[in-house]
């Protein structure tokens, strides 16, 4: 819908290209009165060559910090191939808070689903192994996924064994933030539609044994990641009652684990757009990694 794809776009979407009106100055809230000219900041992200085809490349923003930074690994998805090209606020706000951020994109036509999974933990694990270079903690990591990626940050976070199978410390993922997120039980989502069947036959395997391999609900045995933070839009039909879902699940495993719904989108008003006001529409993010990474809170001077 397009909510849906207007918040995917506010979080994800790298900027090539300078824009009119950016916000430079101290931090003032607009909740009152939105200012349609209210920009962040260009970044400019270092492209990261991962593997030899062309959409195989990372975006890494780099924070300044006086020390290795943590890091925040965004999963993007197959939905993600083609991304927007205006300047978001999610980067800036991280990088703000003294996090590096990598946005790890999968532009592959039609991929299996355990390829996908294999894709992002190779990922990770190249960041690790660049972690001296790229000045960042290998072992203080969240894995944020939205859309299709919150399935697969999920997987991730509750079956060890992609990020063990490419060599990486499980250890090292210090918490799952999953937004607007849908499938997180294959089989039982293939039941409600034959097209939901046919599509989800393609991705994850005709097998039911192949589609729980793959269903994060499945896998909420110990070990999993420390915490998780499932986001979705107020008015998103599908990923809401999905996310809410998998958080509830995540709960009753006993996994510390918390559900925000996120306000409609609403063009006109500043504070719905996610991360352009630190106290606004996902806020909670920001809140969640400080726990997570274990940092204080931010003096943000003229915020309510």
Do not use: C
């Amino acid at each position: 819908m397009r909510h849906r794809a207007l918040i995917f776009g506010l979080l994800l979407a790298v900027s090539w290209a300078p824009a009119l009106g950016q916000f430079v100055g101290p931090y003032t809230s607009h909740r009152l009165l939105p200012d349609p000219i209210l920009k962040p900041p260009i970044a400019s992200p270092e492209r990261l060559e991962h593997g030899r085809k062309n959409w195989q490349k990372i975006n890494f923003y780099a924070t300044e910090a006086d020390r290795p930074a943590p890091l925040v690994v965004a999963v993007t998805g197959n939905v993600w191939k083609g991304w927007g090209s205006d300047p978001m606020w999610i980067q800036h706000r991280l990088n703000e808070e003294g996090y590096s951020v990598a946005v790890v994109p999968f532009g592959e036509s039609s991929p299996k689903a355990s390829e996908v999974a294999e894709y992002y933990a190779s990922a990770i694990a190249f960041l690790r192994e660049k972690a001296s270079e790229l000045d960042i903690d290998p072992d203080r990591i969240v894995l944020m996924g939205t859309g299709d990626g919150a399935h697969f940050a999920a997987l991730l976070g509750t079956d060890p064994r992609f990020l063990e199978n490419a060599g990486v410390p499980f250890g090292s993922l210090q918490g799952i933030v999953g937004i607007n997120g849908t499938g997180f039980d294959i089989p039982r989502r293939a039941e409600e539609s034959d097209f939901l069947k046919s599509q989800y036959r393609r991705t994850f395997g005709r097998s039911p044994a192949d589609q729980r391999r793959l269903s994060p609900v499945v896998h909420l045995d110990p070990p999993n990641a420390p915490a998780f933070l499932m986001m979705a839009q107020e008015d998103d039909r599908d990923a809401r009652p999905q996310t809410k879902e998998m958080a509830e699940a995540l709960k009753k495993a006993g996994i510390e684990t918390q559900f925000i719904e996120l306000p409609a989108f609403k063009k006109e008003r500043q504070d719905t757009y996610f991360l352009a006001e630190p106290e606004g529409a996902g806020s909670e993010l920001l809140s969640f990694l400080r726990t997570q990474f274990g940092v204080e809170a931010l003096d943000r001077p003229g915020s309510l």
